[in-house]
C-alpha cells in the first residue's frame, strides 16, 4: 500500500464534458504529482504541487487544471473532454520539494464514450 | 519531456534467470529512477540513482547510473513469477527543472 488514495478509481462519461479527479498523497508528503499514461503516449507528467503552491508544469493542455488544498490534497479537473483523453491518471506524492515522486496511486481509468 | 530509449521493449523470462534491460538517452540526467508497474496498479519505485557511476542494489535488483551520464542500467537476478511486470526508468534533469521524464516501459513475461 502506497498510501495514496485516488478517487473515483473508473470514471466513464461523454465528450464535452468536466470531471474531477481527486488524490490524497501519503502522509507526511508534501508534494503532489499528476500524470497520464496512454497506450501511445505512455506516462506523461502533467504539473506537480508542493505545500499548496504549484512546483513545476508538464504537458497539462489547457483544458485541465489541478489545485492542492490546505490539507494537501489535490484535484485534477479535466474540461471539455475528447475522446483521446481516455487514459489512466496518476497521482503520486514524496516528502520533498524535487521532482522525484515516490509514491503512486493506483490510479483513475478514465474513458470518454 | 527528455527522450528516453528504453530496451529492448519487452522480454520473456525463466525462472532463475539474470535479465538486464536499459535506458538510454542524448541528453545529461541528474537523477535516473526506476519503477516496476503490476497490472492494475501505479508503478512502485525500485531503485534512485544519483551519481555517474553509482551502483545500487534493492534485493536481486541492481541498478547502475551511467559514467556518461546518459544511460542507465537494470539487472535483475535469479528470476521469479512475480517479477513479471512492466519497468520503467525514469530520468530527472535539471535543464528541464527537474520534470520526470519516462521511459516507454520494458514489459517481462514468464515463458511458458
Known amino acids: 500500500d502506497s498510501g495514496v488514495t485516488q478517487t473515483p478509481k473508473h470514471l466513464i462519461t461523454a465528450t464535452g464534458q468536466r470531471v474531477t479527479l481527486r488524490c490524497s498523497p501519503r502522509?507526511?508528503?508534501?508534494?503532489v504529482y499528476w500524470y497520464q499514461q496512454s497506450l501511445d503516449q505512455g506516462l506523461q507528467f502533467l504539473i506537480q504541487y508542493y505545500n499548496g503552491e504549484e512546483r513545476a508544469k508538464g504537458n497539462i493542455l489547457e483544458r485541465f487544471s489541478a489545485q492542492q488544498f490546505p490539507d494537501l490534497h489535490s484535484e485534477l479537473n479535466l474540461s471539455s473532454l475528447e475522446l483521446g483523453d481516455s487514459a489512466l491518471y496518476f497521482c503520486?506524492?514524496?516528502?520533498?520539494?524535487?521532482?522525484?515522486?515516490?509514491?503512486f496511486g493506483d490510479g483513475t481509468r478514465l474513458s470518454i464514450l | 519531456g527528455q527522450q528516453l530509449n528504453q530496451s529492448p521493449q519487452s522480454m520473456f523470462i525463466q525462472e532463475g534467470e539474470d535479465v538486464s534491460m536499459n535506458c538510454t538517452s542524448s541528453?545529461?540526467?541528474?537523477?535516473w529512477l526506476w519503477y516496476k508497474q503490476d497490472p492494475g496498479e501505479g508503478p512502485v519505485l525500485l531503485i534512485a540513482l544519483y551519481k555517474a557511476g553509482e551502483l545500487t542494489s534493492n534485493g536481486r535488483l541492481t541498478a547502475q547510473f551511467g559514467i556518461t551520464r546518459k544511460d542507465s542500467f537494470l539487472n535483475i537476478s535469479a528470476s521469479i513469477p512475480s517479477d513479471v511486470g512492466i519497468y520503467f526508468c525514469a530520468g530527472l534533469i535539471r535543464s528541464n527543472d527537474y520534470k520526470l521524464s519516462f521511459g516507454a516501459g520494458t514489459t517481462v513475461t514468464v515463458r511458458a
Open positions: 503520486a506524492s514524496s516528502e520533498g520539494v524535487g521532482g522525484q515522486p515516490q509514491h
Open positions: 541528453s545529461i540526467f541528474n537523477t
Open positions: 502522509s507526511g508528503d508534501l508534494s
